[in-house]
């Protein structure tokens, strides 16, 4: 689940790398939170095995 949503997140960032700098720093906190969220989803995964 975290990781589709990280996954979206990327996406969206993609695109509005794409499209400019119209959104600014909302861009690149949709990539901060991606990124925060597959590193959570790295550790939950490790400790769940």
């Not at 119209?22 to 989803?41: C, R, Y």
């Amino acid at each position: 689940m975290l990781f589709t949503i990280a996954a979206i997140l990327a996406v969206l960032w993609l695109f509005g790398f794409i499209s400019g700098t119209t959104m600014g720093g909302f861009v690149h906190l949709l990539l901060l939170i991606a990124l925060v969220m597959v590193v959570i989803q790295l550790f939950n995964g490790r400790r769940a095995v």
